[in-house]
């Protein structure tokens, strides 16, 4: 299993940036997909949720209006699209799958949201 994040960048506050997950190694459009995040001194915390086969969706309520997850089953693909990013918004970001009973993790990509 391999996940490779990208998308991350430095973006002023109110702008928007769209995160991209690139998944191998499972049957990926069988497996609900998840966008996590960690700033500096914090716990790791769910961000947003996507099931396999109805693509039902779940945020954390600091980001729901504004973080749209989703996914392209063709390409093998997880999005995050963040828009009126804030400060606090500020992390690294991390793809995340449930397969065979283990987690797996990309190895990040990094958020920060700054004037």
């Known amino acids: 299993v391999q996940l490779v994040e990208s998308g991350g960048d430095l973006v002023q506050p109110g702008r928007s940036l769209r995160l991209s997950c690139a998944a191998s190694g499972f049957t990926f459009s069988s497996y609900a997909m998840s966008w996590y995040r960690q700033a500096p001194g914090l716990e790791r915390e769910l961000v947003a949720r996507i099931t396999s086969f109805y693509g039902n969706t779940n945020y954390a309520d600091s980001v729901k209006g504004r973080f749209t997850i989703s996914r392209d089953n063709a390409k093998n693909t997880v999005y995050l699209q963040m828009n009126s990013l804030k400060p606090e918004d500020t992390a690294v970001y991390y793809c995340?799958?449930?397969?065979?009973?283990?987690?797996?993790w990309g190895q990040g990509t990094q958020v920060t949201v700054s004037s």
């Open positions: 995340h799958v449930r397969w065979a009973g283990k987690d797996y």
